[in-house]
Structures are given as C-alpha cells and as structure tokens.
C-alpha cells in the first residue's frame, strides 16, 4: 500500500487525534470524544433555536406593523349586520304579504319595490327610477339581478292594471321572495 492511500482505520485514527483522543485502542478516549461531539451538537442546537426565536419574534414585530398600516390605509373594518335585527320596513312588507287580502299583497310588492329604489340609489345607480337604475347595474355586481327584473316587472303591472291584475297568492309571494333574494345580497336586510 503507498503511503498516499489513506485506509477507513487510519481516517478514524487520525480523526481522533485531531481531536486530542488518546490512541485508537483507547475506549475512555473514544467516550470523551463522543462527549465533546455532543456537547458541540447540544450548543450548536441552542444556537440554531435561538436564532430562530429571534427570527421568529422579528417576523411577528414586522406583521404587527403590516396590519397597522393596512387599518389606517383601509380605515375601519366593515361588519355585516346582524341577521337578528330585521328592517322595520321589510317586517312591514313581510306582515302585508302574510295576509290574505290581494290589495295588502299588491301593497306589498310596491312597498318591496320602493325600497329597492331607494337601496339603489343609495348603491350610487342613477335615474328615474328603478328600472332606469337596474340598467345600470352589472351583472358580476349583482348576481340576483334577474330576480330584480322579475320583481319589478311584476310591480309594473300593478302599477299600471291596478285591481284588474290578477294577482295570485303564489305569485306574490315569488315576486316578495325575489326582492328578498336582492336585498339580502346587497345586506339591507
């Protein structure tokens, strides 16, 4: 064998006296070098953690920032309200489509369809009325749009035929349950 080739003994051998171990055939020597290797291990750990605590606090500081600059650029957070609350006007309309008289439940619809003019007006739609405004809204801003249209068709022929619409007890109902689909999306009640 030269004297260039290194064997896996002498690797070893020379390993440990690098690191001050006695001879090879030394096991006390073998045990304090274990010992040294962990206790390198251990600090090193220690090292490795509290650096990643440091990291770690670093990083929730710089968010806690983040989000207080998000708060003062966005202003106030909105909360939808609460569900229990009802509007008085929408119990009103609720109360009229509940009974049994056909003039309460045409009443009702007029009252359902003023309320979505002034619910679009306040939504910024302009125009006369709520046809004109319903022209204007997208349908990617309302998805109940055509519920809206339905709605008010519904109200235009009220509005026009007066007493002789007929108007039926289902149909009623189906036109209030579209305005509520509308108003529950936009959160007006």
Same mark, same amino acid.
């Given at each position: ?68 600059? @998000?708060? &003062?650029?966005?202003? *106030?957070?909105?909360? #939808?309200? =609460?569900?229990?609350? !009802?509007?008085?006007?929408? /119990? %009103? ?44 809204? @997208?349908? &990617?801003?309302?998805? *109940?749009?055509?519920? #809206?249209? =339905?709605?008010?068709? !519904?109200?235009?022929?009220? /509005? %026009? ?29």
């Amino acid at each position: 064998m030269s004297s260039d080739q290194v064997t896996l003994g002498s690797f070893f051998a020379n390993l440990l006296a690098f690191f001050g171990v006695g001879g090879a055939g030394n096991l006390s020597g073998l045990y304090q070098f274990a010992a040294h290797l962990w206790l390198w291990v251990i600090v090193l750990g220690y090292l490795f953690s509290l650096a990643g605590l440091i990291a770690l606090v670093y990083i929730m500081m710089r968010l806690y920032e983040v989000r207080k600059r @998000e708060e &003062a650029y966005y202003g *106030t957070v909105l909360i #939808a309200p =609460e569900s229990a609350e !009802v509007s008085p006007r929408w /119990a %009103h309309i609720q109360a009229l489509i509940g009974s049994e008289s056909p003039s309460e439940w045409r009443e009702a619809i007029i009252e359902a369809d003023i309320m979505l003019d002034d619910m679009l007006a306040r939504q910024g739609y302009t125009g006369d009325g709520v046809g004109e405004r319903l022209q204007q809204v @997208e349908r &990617a801003d309302l998805n *109940t749009l055509q519920d #809206a249209w =339905e709605a008010h068709k !519904v109200r235009n022929q009220i /509005a %026009h035929q007066g007493s002789s619409f007929d108007l039926s007890q289902t149909l009623a109902s189906r036109t209030v349950a579209r305005y509520e689909a509308v108003f529950r999306e936009f959160g007006a009640i």
